[in-house]
Every structure is written in structure tokens, then in C-alpha cells.
């Protein structure tokens, strides 16, 4: 069924099961009640979600660019492939949700709860993720270019494989993160502290103010 209306907030939660393709764009959807629903390639761009439900919502492939989601509940939703460009995701949470392939580019997700969630082959250039909590993550293969993430927590992270050129990691936590493989060549404020608690290979491309030797396969030591 495809809407060609902006529908109100009572009307969207009385469709929830039935807004595939729908067109909600700058919809006024503030603490509706979206939760299992689905809206798969839906158009919610410039719409205000913010302290919505969509637990366990299905929102592949759709579009929310340019929105607000302020403290929405995220939890364990299904986003593969959604546009959330130029989105304010500020104290979302989006812990245990499927968002791989997702685009957050300029996407504000401060001191969002995106624990244990699926971020592969995400983009997040420019994003601001700073003091956001992403223990557990995965965000293997994931352009993380000139994002923020001040005093983040990325504790245990599988950040195998992904592009850091230019991001900001000032004390971010890094225990036990998974950096083998990653471009870490121009991150920023990063330091040998926080590598020593993360795992690296010989993969790994380090700035060249933390040199470092290979003595073995797996063990190296700071020049």
C-alpha cells in the first residue's frame, strides 16, 4: 500500500503493519507508537520521530533523511540499507538493532545507546558520535571518515577493516576493540595507550606518531 499523504500520528499507528512505501515526509510522529511495524522503503524524510517506540520496527531500505529522532527507541529494529543522512539520533537507542549498510552521513547520535547492534558497511563520515556507548558493536568495513568520537565507548567493537582517516578518537575507550585491518593512518587524538588496549594486526595502518615494530605475527612493541 503506498500513502501519497502526510499522515497524523493516530493514523500512522492504526496502519503500523501496513506503511511499506508509504510517504511520511515531515510527518509529526513525536511519541507515536510504531513499534513491529513495518515501513520498508517508507519516506520519512524531515519527519519528527523523536521519543517514538519503533521497537522492533522493520525500516529497511527507507529513507529518513534529514529527521528527528530524539530519544527514540530503536531497540532491535531492522534498518539495512536506511538513509539516515543529516539525522539527529541524539540519546537514541538503538542497542541490538540491524542497521548495516545504513548511511549516516552528518548524522548526530550523541550519547546514543548503540550497544551490540550491526553496523557493517555503515558510512558515518562527518558523524557525530561522541559520548555514545558502542560496546559490542560491529562496524567492520565501515566508512568512519572525519567522525567524532570523543569519549565514546567502543569497548569489544569489531572495527575490522574500516576507514578512520581524520576521525577524532579523544578518549575514546578502545578496550578489547578489534582494529585489525583498519585505516587509522590520519585519525586524530588517537594515542598509544588506547592501541595497547585494542587488538591490531600487522594490517593495521597506525599514524606515524605511534611506531611501532613487529617482533612476531602477533606481538609488537612501541618504538
Known amino acids: 500500500m503506498i ?3 502526510t499522515l497524523n500520528k493516530q493514523k500512522a499507528e492504526a496502519s503500523k503493519k501496513s506503511l511499506q512505501n508509504a510517504n511520511l515526509t515531515k510527518a509529526q510522529l513525536q511519541e507515536a507508537d510504531l513499534s513491529d511495524g513495518i515501513l520498508v522503503e517508507a519516506c520519512l524524510d524531515g519527519s519528527d520521530l523523536s521519543e517514538a517506540d519503533l521497537c522492533g520496527t522493520d525500516l529497511s531500505a527507507a529513507s529518513l533523511k534529514n529527521s528527528k529522532l ?12 536506511t ?8 540519546q537514541a537507542n538503538l542497542v541490538e538493532a540491524n542497521l548495516s549498510g545504513a548511511n549516516f552521513c552528518q548524522a548526530n547520535l550523541k550519547e546514543s545507546n548503540v550497544e551490540g547492534a550491526n553496523l557493517t558497511n555503515c558510512t558515518f563520515q562527518n558523524a557525530d558520535l561522541s559520548e555514545t556507548n558502542l560496546t559490542g558493536v560491529f562496524l567492520n568495513n565501515s566508512n568512519l571518515a572525519d567522525a567524532n568520537f570523543t569519549n565514546s565507548e567502543l569497548v569489544a567493537a569489531n572495527l575490522t577493516g574500516s576507514d578512520l582517516t581524520g576521525t577524532n578518537m579523544h578518549n575514546a575507550y578502545l578496550n578489547h576493540a578489534d582494529l585489525s585491518g583498519a585505516n587509522l593512518k590520519s585519525t586524530l587524538n588517537l594515542t598509544s595507550e588506547q592501541i595497547e588496549t585494542a587488538f591490531i594486526d600487522q594490517e593495521t595502518q597506525l599514524p606515524d606518531s605511534i611506531p611501532i615494530v613487529w617482533i612476531s605475527k602477533t606481538e609488537y612493541e612501541f618504538k
Not at 530524539?70 to 540499507?81: G, P, Q
Not at 538513509?83 to 541524539?90: A, G
Request: charged content about 20%; hydrophobic content about 40%.
Open 83 to 90: 538513509d539516515f543522512s543529516n539525522t539527529i539520533l541524539t
Open 70 to 81: 530524539h530519544r527514540t527507541v530503536l531497540y532491535r529494529c531492522r534498518a539495512k540499507n
Open 3 to 5: 500513502f501519497f499523504i
